[in-house]
């Protein structure tokens, strides 16, 4: 069965609505040799002379009258699904976002989003998902609408971009030790007990890479998975902790900070979305909600 020409249904559309071949035509700006000729094309595919002769004008048949409603909707469903899209409200958004982040990220930027959210959008809601590794499979699949971290080899290359923040390594200690007081020196720092955050697998990072430039190697005494986890550590013991220092703003509420005593380059914190969502303008209203939450440190 060969598929039917969907021009058609516009034709018909106006056919049924003007009753007249002249009138479509001048409404479809035709000439009415070629309504004709449509109105033909139109009898042969639906089986039904649809419009009959009546005197000097033309009356619809049963099947023509029949068809009128269903077609007329159809025409007007196409029209506003090719509409352009219209402007946002915000206000008037019901919609779900998976977010999937870094640790530190919710705890030290989840609660300013989720108020700037329920002021401009109270129909969002946020869920926040974890991040374990840099796959990027979970955008691509749709699983997740957006993600947050430090862009790194195994990002998907078609993933879109932006950044958010620049952050820097600083050192942390409970209140009262050793190093809370004095020069830090790389000696110093290095001669200390570290806990790493690191992933599986991994078991040297930036600190180390930058200690080795010196000739110097720090005593990792445990590795954990994430940074309140080591921040956690750190509370109760006189282990060293090296984290990124906006990411754990509240984090390190009551700890002492200080900064390295060696040269550790700055990463760049971004969040990343699949091209399929560029267009969306809900999608984009959030980037633009997390662009201005995130900045506003």
Known sequence: MSTPDLNLLITLDVLLAEGSVAGAARRLRLSPSAMSRALARLRETTGDPL??????????????????????????????????????DPARLARSFVLRTSEGFVENFGAALIARVGAEA???????????????????????????GVIGRATAPELRVQALFRDRF????????????????????????????????????????ALKAVGLERQVATTVGGFSTALAL????DLIASVPERHTGLLRAGLFSFALPVPVPEITVSMLWHPRLDGDPAH???RGVVRRVCGAG
């Open 51 to 88: 419009l009959v002769r009546a005197g000097r004008g033309l009356v619809p048949t049963p099947r023509a009258i029949e068809l009128r409603d269903p077609v007329s909707r159809l025409v007007q469903d196409a029209r506003a699904v090719l509409r352009p899209v219209e402007a946002l």
């Open 122 to 148: 109270p129909g969002v809601r946020l869920r926040f998902l974890p991040k374990p590794d840099k796959d990027s499979a979970p955008l691509r699949e749709g699983l997740v609408d957006l993600e947050t």
């Open 170 to 209: 600083i050192c942390v200690v409970r209140e009262g030790h050793p190093l809370c007081t004095g020069e830090i020196t790389p000696a110093r720092y290095a001669a200390g007990r570290h806990v790493l955050v690191a992933r599986q697998g991994v078991e040297r990072g930036p600190v180390d890479e």
């Open 234 to 237: 750190v509370r109760s013991t």
């Open 284 to 286: 984009r209203w959030l």
